[in-house]
């Protein structure tokens, strides 16, 4: 019987990853779940209860390896390998990702960038040569591709999501801001910043409330 992992647990496992990278960068060899706790403003029981779920880390009074926890976290995860990756929507929004440079130092490359509008097809943007997106399905067929950006608008969003499901794709980062549907066994994450700050305009709302009593 497989053990069900919260997913909440599997989104603090980067955080963890990249506090503990920090760590390594500084000359740091031990951590307490303490420490990392401060760090991240997370309790020191909740992260010995996360790593739980994957084994036994530490020792009590004598805190994590750092490197050593890092290699097993970035195990986990899968970033000790090299993921492909490619991106449909060149727009403004798509050329602020293919240009960012965190992607390539964790293990993400943008192997192909897809748009539509004759003027951005044929340039490079971020190292590869943007093509049209009449070509994406025979790219996908000819290419491995491990995770699909989508940064189209709204209206195209679920096709494209779709043609990246029928291609085999089974992770999606969904910029567009639509909730886009895919089958049970394919990953997808929604980024959209005003969403977010829709929700943050909630607790600003409470706190005047509060503060006007």
């Not at 097993?72 to 090299?82: A, M, N, P, V």
């Not at 940064?151 to 499901?165: H, K, Y």
């Not at 969403?195 to 005047?208: C, D, G, H, N, P």
Request: aromatic letters at 6%; hydrophobic letters at 45%; proline letters at 4%.
């Amino acid at each position: 019987m497989t053990l069900e992992i919260p997913e909440v647990v599997i989104n603090r496992l980067p955080v963890y990853a990249r506090a503990l990278a920090d760590l390594a960068a500084r000359g740091e060899t031990v951590v307490s779940s303490q420490a990392l706790g401060e760090m991240l403003d997370v309790t020191p029981a909740q992260i010995r209860k996360d790593l739980s779920y994957f084994g036994r880390f530490g020792k009590q009074g004598r805190g994590y390896n750092v490197q050593g926890l890092l290699a097993k976290l970035r195990e986990i995860l899968g970033i000790d390998r090299q993921w492909r990756v490619c991106l449909v929507g060149v727009g403004r929004l798509g050329q602020a990702i293919a240009e960012y440079g965190g992607f390539g130092p964790q293990g993400f490359q943008i192997v192909a960038a897809f748009d539509a509008n004759p003027d951005v097809v044929g340039k490079q943007v971020g190292g590869v040569t943007v093509r049209h997106i009449d070509d994406l399905d025979e790219y996908l067929r000819a290419n491995r591709v491990d995770i699909g950006i989508v940064a189209v608008p709204a209206t195209e969003a679920q096709s494209v999501v779709d043609r990246l499901v029928n291609a085999g794709i089974k992770a999606i980062l969904n910029y567009a801001p639509i909730t886009a549907h895919v089958p049970r066994d394919v990953t997808i994450r929604h980024i959209d910043p005003v969403l977010a700050m829709q929700s943050m305009t909630f607790y600003i709302k409470r706190s005047e409330s509060s503060g006007a009593k």
